[in-house]
C-alpha cells in the first residue's frame, strides 16, 4: 500500500532559525515528490516538485532533498520567518495509470517572534 | 498556469439540506479534478477524482457525489446533509504533463 510519513507532526521554533521537516514514503513506482505549503484556511501552495533524477531543488529560503534509494525527502527552511507558520504537506505520486497522488498528514510549523 | 475557482468561500448549512459547491479551472484542458475533504488539524481525504467529462471515481463511501458536466467543471453534491459532512472542501486538478497538482482556495463548510 502506498504511504507517506511526514515528521515531526508539528514543530516550534524562534523567527530566523533554521528547520528540517522529514518525509518517507512507499510509494511505487515512484514519479514525482511535491512540497506544499497550506496556511490556515487556505489551499495548498506548491513549493517544490522533484523527480526521479532530481536530488534537491529550491525555492527561495525553501530546500527540499530527495533520495530515492532510501525513498525520503526533507524541507529545509533557512532564517525562518513568522509568515512560515503553516502546514507542510508532502505528497508522493506513482508513475503509470494511477491518477491518485500519495498525501502525507503534513507537519504543522508555527514559528514564534 | 491554471486557475481554480471555488465557490462558495464558506457556507453553514443545517442538517438535512442539499449542498451543492462548484468548482472550475482555468488555464488547461482535459485536467483530471479532485475533490478532497480535510477536517480541522487533520490530512487531505480523497473525496472524488474524475478524469473526463461525466468520469467520476468514489474514493470513500460517503453521503455526497460528484458531478463533471463539463470540461473543467466539478460539482460535490449532497441530498441531505449529515454533520459529519462540516469541513473544509478543496477542489484541485492535476497537470499531467507536468505532474503538479493545483488546488483552489477552498469551501468552508459547517453543518449545523
Known amino acids: 500500500k502506498n504511504q507517506v510519513e511526514q515528521s515531526p507532526q508539528s514543530l516550534i521554533i524562534l523567527e530566523g532559525k533554521n528547520c528540517t521537516l522529514q518525509c518517507n514514503y512507499t510509494v511505487s513506482p515512484f514519479s514525482n515528490l511535491r512540497w506544499y505549503k497550506q496556511d490556515t484556511g487556505r489551499g495548498p501552495v506548491s513549493l517544490t516538485i522533484m523527480t526521479f533524477s532530481e536530488n534537491t531543488k529550491s525555492n527561495g529560503r525553501y530546500t527540499a532533498t530527495l533520495d530515492a534509494d532510501t525513498k525520503q525527502s526533507s524541507l529545509h527552511i533557512t532564517a525562518s520567518q513568522l509568515s512560515d507558520s503553516a502546514s507542510y504537506i508532502c505528497?508522493?505520486?506513482?508513475?503509470?495509470?494511477?491518477?491518485?497522488?500519495?498525501f502525507g498528514r503534513g507537519t504543522s510549523l508555527i514559528v514564534h517572534p | 498556469s491554471q486557475t481554480i475557482h471555488q465557490w462558495p468561500a464558506t457556507l453553514v448549512q443545517p442538517v438535512g439540506s442539499p449542498l451543492s459547491l462548484e468548482c472550475t479551472v482555468e488555464?488547461?484542458?482535459?485536467?483530471?479534478l479532485y475533490w478532497y475533504r480535510q477536517a480541522a488539524g487533520r490530512g487531505l481525504q480523497l473525496l472524488f477524482y474524475?478524469?473526463?467529462?461525466?468520469?467520476i471515481s468514489s474514493e470513500v463511501p460517503q453521503n455526497l457525489s460528484a458531478s463533471r458536466p463539463q470540461d473543467r467543471q466539478f460539482i460535490l453534491s449532497s441530498k441531505k446533509l449529515l454533520l459529519s459532512d462540516s469541513g473544509f472542501y478543496l477542489c484541485?486538478?492535476?497537470?499531467?504533463?507536468?505532474?503538479?497538482?493545483?488546488f483552489g482556495p477552498g469551501t468552508r463548510l459547517t453543518v449545523l
Open positions: 488555464g488547461t484542458s482535459n485536467p483530471n
Open positions: 484541485a486538478c492535476l497537470n499531467l504533463a507536468g505532474g503538479e497538482q493545483f
Open positions: 505528497v508522493v505520486s506513482a508513475r503509470g495509470g494511477s491518477y491518485i497522488p500519495t
Open positions: 474524475s478524469v473526463g467529462i461525466g468520469q
